[in-house]
């Protein structure tokens, strides 16, 4: 790794109408290095990343690239210093094809009057080959994967020169395949000198690809160094200013049964699916992509009903046809994207905390505005959500924060069963450790809690059963003495099993 160095910040602040997002930050940036910037959502990651892109001009702080210190950067000022910035949404045109997404912004940077397009795919095809990425140059962006739109944008800024690549949370989307192609890309454009800032607040994809890491909170320089000086107690300690006790999620025994499935089939997603849920269990369900772990929970919600098999819950025998037969019988969902299908972004917290239970407030045909107010209020507190009331939009939240939200909304309804696919997905460490002390208590009091996820550390962590899908069927039921090396085996199908419990 080259220890030059190609950008440096000192002492960057920046605020908006009274809030400092930025207080004063230290970053350096070698040349050759893989450099993971991490902190909690609000910490000041995205504005910071503006401020090395030309968007924000720092109020104070300097500004070195190459060496060289910059002033009232603008973006394309940015861009044209080798800095190439791949946001969430990647800023791709769905109805331009590869080719064009790709070349199209250098014919523009060069001003050219006529489009050669035998050049455009030219063009792309060397920027694919140099990443190893198959796709067809004349497809149209919104055919693809987001791994391959991702792929796309990584192409554009390579073709542009690009010295400093900066990736904001890379990986959200992306299956576990996906983020080990994406990580071989990274490492192959480090090998030909190329900066990687990577945006990202979990430690296990830290470790696997980050040279040197830079954390932030509130806003706040608070370390930086090599990656072998960070192990999870000082990461997290670093990121939430607190220590996060690591001790596995362990409930004392019961006897009361929350919640039996038994032989629950659903042609073409899953069959023959039996798991029981006692008072104090949180059971994990996991599997890859295609394996009928999210369908259970969509079996169990009525989203896609089953075909056969038994749900007791609670001791009492019940049919679930539909969404409308599973809220009849208390039961919560929290869906796997919850931008999309857990919450109305534009409405404010209070709509959404009630959006699920608005028939309590229906009183002599008319809105009990104030018992609507009281009850997010309450939630508010109860979930430790960081608003000031409960008028702001959602959209103006946390990751962590707008996740609790919709957890409130199903909390309102008081469910028996609670069913909760990939709950803590783009959580910042902190806001994980809340949500999932919040479940434990749940499941603590009787209600029967179900994390369907990927992420083996969260599923080893805190669910205290676990029952692992392979292609439709049920592959094995542990309890969390399972490590996560012998829990991944068991998802790809080794032999490997040592900790499995019956």
Request: hydrophobic fraction near 40%; include cysteine; charged fraction near 25%.
């Amino acid at each position: 790794m080259s220890e030059e160095v190609f950008l440096k910040l000192e002492g960057v602040k920046k605020s908006f109408g009274g809030v400092h997002a930025l207080r004063g930050v230290d970053l350096e940036i070698r040349k050759g290095e893989i450099h993971c910037l991490a902190g909690e959502n609000g910490c000041g990651k995205s504005t910071l990343i503006k401020a090395i892109s030309g968007v924000h001009n720092p109020d104070e702080g300097s500004i070195w690239i190459d060496g060289e210190k910059v002033e009232n950067m603008k973006p394309m000022d940015a861009i044209n210093r080798g800095i190439q910035v791949i946001y969430q949404d990647f800023a791709v045109f769905p109805n331009l094809t590869v080719a064009e997404n790709i070349a199209l912004n250098g014919e523009l940077k060069n001003k050219t009057k006529f489009v050669n397009w035998k050049q455009i795919h030219e063009v792309a095809e060397k920027a694919m080959a140099q990443v190893g990425a198959d796709i067809d140059p004349d497809v149209k962006l919104e055919r693809l994967s987001v791994a391959n739109k991702q792929m796309v944008a990584i192409c554009r800024a390579i073709i542009n020169d690009a010295k400093l690549l900066i990736l904001d949370e890379p990986t959200t989307a992306l299956t576990a395949r996906e983020v080990d192609k994406l990580w071989d890309i990274i490492r192959s454009l480090k090998a030909k000198g190329i900066a990687i800032m990577i945006v990202n607040h979990k430690l296990d994809e830290i470790y696997r690809i980050a040279d040197r890491l830079t954390i932030l909170r509130n806003g706040t320089y608070i370390s930086s160094g090599d990656i072998s000086e960070y192990d999870q107690e000082r990461f997290t300690r670093d990121m939430t200013g607190k220590d996060i006790t690591e001790e596995k999620y362990m409930p004392e025994p019961g006897s009361e049964e929350v919640l039996r499935v038994e032989h629950l089939s659903r042609k073409g997603a899953f069959e023959n699916v039996s798991f029981s849920l006692h008072k104090g269990d949180v059971l994990g369900i996991t599997g890859l992509l295609g394996s009928g772990r999210g369908e259970i929970g969509e079996a169990l919600f009525g989203l896609s009903p089953a075909d056969s098999g038994k749900i007791v819950l609670n001791g009492k025998e019940i049919s679930i046809k539909s969404v409308s037969d599973a809220m009849a019988n208390e039961i919560g969902y929290v869906p796997e994207d919850r931008l999309t299908q857990g919450l109305f972004m534009q409405r404010s917290i209070q709509d959404n905390t009630i959006a699920a239970s608005i028939r309590q407030y229906m009183k002599h045909g008319r809105l009990d505005k104030k018992g609507m107010e009281d009850t997010t209020n309450y939630w508010i507190k109860e979930l430790g959500i960081k608003a000031p009331s409960p008028k702001p939009a959602v959209r103006t939240l946390s990751g962590g924060n707008a996740q609790k939200v919709v957890i409130a909304k199903w909390l309102n309804t008081h469910p028996k069963l609670f069913i909760l696919d990939g709950p803590t997905v783009g959580v910042d460490v902190g806001a994980k450790a809340e949500i999932h002390s919040i479940l434990h208590d749940l499941a603590k009091k009787g209600i029967g809690i179900i994390i369907i996820s990927d992420d083996l550390p969260e599923l080893v962590q805190n669910c205290n059963k676990i029952l692992v899908m392979k292609e439709g069927k049920v592959s094995g039921m542990m309890d969390n003495s399972i490590d996560e090396r012998t829990l991944g085996n068991m998802l790809v199908g080794s032999s490997d099993r040592g900790g499995e419990k019956a």
